[in-house]
């Protein structure tokens, strides 16, 4: 054997198989790419190549070991976990990590990521918990040809070549829908009564991808466009409003479709809710000050089920968030790329100084990662009984970050860390043309 494949490249190739098989699967979500294509056809310049690769998709796991094996497989196809997300509180009985490219080149390459929840056990009441458990017990998500590929690439340091296409195929497997439970009706039941997630984690052959995500350049079009085209969209936009600097993320999605399932034991055929398609677009990574103003102008806006009205609302709450990269990057609320527009004046050694005098042009640090409360109102949207919000508990129970990170073989990143450090380099860079460093 020879030579190994690149994990950007595996990552790619896997991406669109998966996108290949999701639309095969999913009718609308094809019909959902193509509302997507038109919207950014009415943007031209922009490359076409970044924007026909799905940014995201997700999945919901069992079991700690199914996180663990999915990590490694991940792994070789450069995504790495970055973040923890606690959706208890928002009622969601799982925590989260997004697995994605860490670096500008992977992420220039191929961005895809993919969100993955875990069950929490603990929110289960404990005669049920145990049925769960052994029900998860008893399965195993991935084809055995998966998990010899990746550990052999583990002990050699890649993928050969040869095996790249056969481990995308089988990896292919433990995505793909399943229209059988691989339980009784009865036992479905008592799960999806408990809450319709532990219905879709645990009583599946395995954790179907259940939505797929591509990048929109107008997310207000986008979401208009649904209902003219027959999709039923979420009821509102998640995350900031629409601004002149876009910041952090905004999704939408169409709700989950009702798909029939048979049931193991050949009794009456029954449905499920599971996938659906969402759109996302992306704007400036925020510092941690940035970030909690945010989320503090997030909070002043009152739940609401009509997106005219909520658009408005945040608007109105936004406008004490600066709407200038300049005035953010001033204030240290967000994070940016610098390049140089003119002649330094020698005296100048401020860097805020230069922005200033447009002598140094700023360009944002694009978000990379997920946003607690837009992914609980994504949850939300497509649960059975259609954006009933449930009591949360306070937090998962007995969960931190730090016991999460603990379950995985690989190590947890930080969202600031990898947003604050392609600004860190982008100033070393400037510091490097300029001859010194600036203040
Ligand atoms: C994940 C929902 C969260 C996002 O984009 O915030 C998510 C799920 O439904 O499993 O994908
Ligand atoms: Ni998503």
């Known amino acids: 054997m020879t030579a190994f494949i690149s994990k950007d490249e595996l990552r790619a190739r896997f991406c669109t198989a998966l996108s290949v098989m999701y639309r095969t699967e999913v009718p609308l979500y094809g019909d959902l790419i193509e509302l997507v294509d038109d919207v950014n056809a009415t943007f031209p310049g922009t490359p076409e190549d970044r924007l026909k690769v799905e940014?995201?998709?997700?999945?919901?796991?069992?079991?700690?070991?199914?996180?663990?094996?999915?990590?490694?497989?991940?792994?070789?196809?450069?995504?790495?976990?970055?973040?923890?997300?606690?959706?208890?509180?928002?009622?969601?009985?799982?925590?989260?990590?997004?697995?994605?490219?860490?670096?500008?080149?992977?992420?220039?390459?191929?961005?895809?990521?993919?969100?993955?929840?875990?069950?929490?056990?603990?929110?289960?009441?404990?005669?049920?918990?145990?049925?769960?458990?052994?029900?998860?017990?008893?399965?195993?998500?991935?084809?055995?040809?998966?998990?010899?590929?990746?550990?052999?690439?583990?002990?050699?340091?890649?993928?050969?070549?040869?095996?790249?296409?056969?481990?995308?195929?089988?990896?292919?497997?433990?995505?793909?829908?399943?229209?059988?439970?691989?339980?009784?009706?009865?036992?479905?039941?008592?799960?999806?009564?408990?809450?319709?997630l532990v219905a879709d984690i645990a009583a599946f052959k395995g954790p179907h991808i259940n939505h797929l995500t591509p990048r929109v350049l107008d997310i207000d079009a986008a979401q208009a466009g649904m209902s003219a085209r027959g999709i039923t969209p979420k009821q509102i936009i998640e995350g900031p409003p629409k601004r002149k600097c876009e910041i952090l993320l905004r999704q939408t999605s169409f709700q989950a479709l009702t798909e029939p399932i048979k049931f193991a034991g050949g009794e009456r055929a029954g449905s499920h809710r599971a996938r659906f398609g969402e759109i996302e677009q992306r704007g400036c990574a925020l510092t941690k000050k940035g970030h909690n103003l945010y989320l503090q102008l997030l909070a002043t806006v009152p739940p609401s089920i009509n997106n005219e009205e909520h658009q408005a609302a945040l608007a109105a709450a936004f406008q004490s968030f600066p709407d200038t990269y300049e005035e953010m990057f001033a204030q240290g609320l967000g994070y940016f790329e610098f390049s140089l527009a003119g002649a330094v004046p020698t005296s100048t050694k401020s860097l805020e100084d230069l922005v200033k005098a447009g002598v140094v042009k700023l360009s944002p640090v694009t978000y990379e990662d997920f946003l607690p409360a837009s992914a609980a109102g994504i949850f939300q949207s497509n649960l059975d009984e259609h954006n009933r919000s449930r009591g949360g508990s306070p937090s998962a129970p007995g969960w931190t970050r730090e016991k999460f990170a603990a379950l995985l073989p690989v190590d947890m990143r930080d969202s600031f860390e990898l947003h604050e450090g392609i600004q860190k380099r982008s100033l070393e860079a400037l510091e490097a043309k300029l001859g010194f460093s600036l203040e």
Do not use: C
């Not at 994605?100 to 990521?113: C, D, G, K, Q, S």
């Open 55 to 196: 940014r995201h998709g997700a999945i919901r796991l069992g079991k700690p070991d199914e996180l663990q094996m999915i990590a490694r497989l991940f792994n070789q196809m450069g995504m790495e976990p970055v973040g923890y997300y606690d959706l208890a509180p928002s009622g969601v009985p799982v925590h989260s990590t997004a697995f994605r490219p860490t670096t500008e080149e992977a992420l220039a390459i191929n961005p895809f990521r993919v969100f993955t929840s875990l069950l929490l056990p603990e929110l289960l009441p404990p005669s049920l918990r145990a049925e769960v458990e052994a029900t998860l017990a008893k399965r195993d998500i991935f084809h055995i040809r998966v998990r010899e590929i990746v550990a052999q690439a583990e002990v050699e340091g890649g993928v050969h070549m040869e095996e790249a296409d056969e481990l995308v195929a089988r990896a292919l497997e433990t995505f793909k829908w399943h229209d059988a439970a691989a339980v009784p009706r009865d036992v479905y039941d008592r799960m999806h009564a408990a809450h319709p």
